[in-house]
């Protein structure tokens, strides 16, 4: 199975602020990496796929990168609908894999 | 637009099954995979299984190979998720989601729906 780790599993950032989440692969996944969006008590959002692509209707503030084993999430400048908890999935290969998460806290 | 409801969760013992169902609108069901994810009490996601457009192809998690069962009925617009055996650690929100690639069984999770609570108590 492929491992999928994030880092950091939390940070604290105030409004306005430029984040980074990072996501490793534990072998090579190419480009079949996705990004997902958590709200307390909401399904995950579609943020991204194929490391780099937004989806339809995700605002351009959140950008994706990278290949093969290391991937970046950026959101360039936090507003409060952006708290949440962040997930990477790989789906090169099954059984399809998650990161464990970064929650994203109002500093 | 894109809608997938779960619905059938609920409290189940130990050793007992559930099947849960997923309805799906707003697309042509019959050309896109479909998968379950789940996610346990303040934990993060876990993939479940996948099915493909025609149901020809499945594939499961170890977690619950052997006890759960994906199917789908198309002209019933329907996904289901057959779970026997259910354990203390099968105890979640499920998902259903579709991929966004129509064509590849190599897809990303684009569509989800709002998830189904299941409780494993005796």
């Known amino acids: 199975d492929i491992q999928m780790t994030q880092s950091p599993s939390s940070l604290s950032a105030s409004v306005g602020d430029r984040v980074t989440i990072t996501c490793r692969a534990s072998?090579?996944?190419?480009?079949?990496l996705a990004w997902f969006q958590q709200r307390p008590g909401k399904a995950p959002k579609s943020l991204i796929f194929a490391a780099s692509t937004l989806q339809s209707r995700v605002p351009s503030k959140f950008s994706g990168s990278g290949s093969g084993t290391d991937f970046t999430l950026t959101i360039s400048s936090l507003q409060p609908e952006d708290f949440a908890t962040y997930y990477c999935?790989?789906?090169?290969?099954?059984?399809?894999?998650f990161g464990g998460g970064t929650k994203v806290e109002i500093k | 637009q894109v809608q997938l409801v779960e619905s059938g969760g609920g409290v189940v013992q130990p050793g007992r099954s559930l099947r849960l169902s997923c309805t799906a609108s707003?697309?042509?069901?019959?050309?896109?995979?479909m998968h379950w994810v789940r996610q346990a009490p303040g934990k993060g996601l876990e993939w479940v299984a996948a099915i493909s457009y025609d149901g020809s192809n499945k594939n499961y998690a170890d977690s619950v190979k052997g006890r759960f069962t994906i199917s789908r009925d198309t002209p019933k617009n329907m996904l289901y998720l057959q779970m026997n055996s259910l354990r203390a650690e099968d105890m979640a929100v499920y998902y259903c989601?579709?991929?966004?690639?129509?064509?590849?069984?190599?897809?990303?999770?684009?569509?989800w729906g709002q998830g189904s609570l299941v409780t494993v108590s005796s």
């Open positions: 999935q790989q789906y090169y290969s099954y059984p399809l894999t």
């Open positions: 707003g697309f042509t069901f019959s050309t896109y995979a």
């Open positions: 072998q090579d996944i190419s480009n079949y």
């Open positions: 989601a579709r991929v966004g690639d129509s064509s590849s069984w190599r897809s990303d999770l684009q569509h």
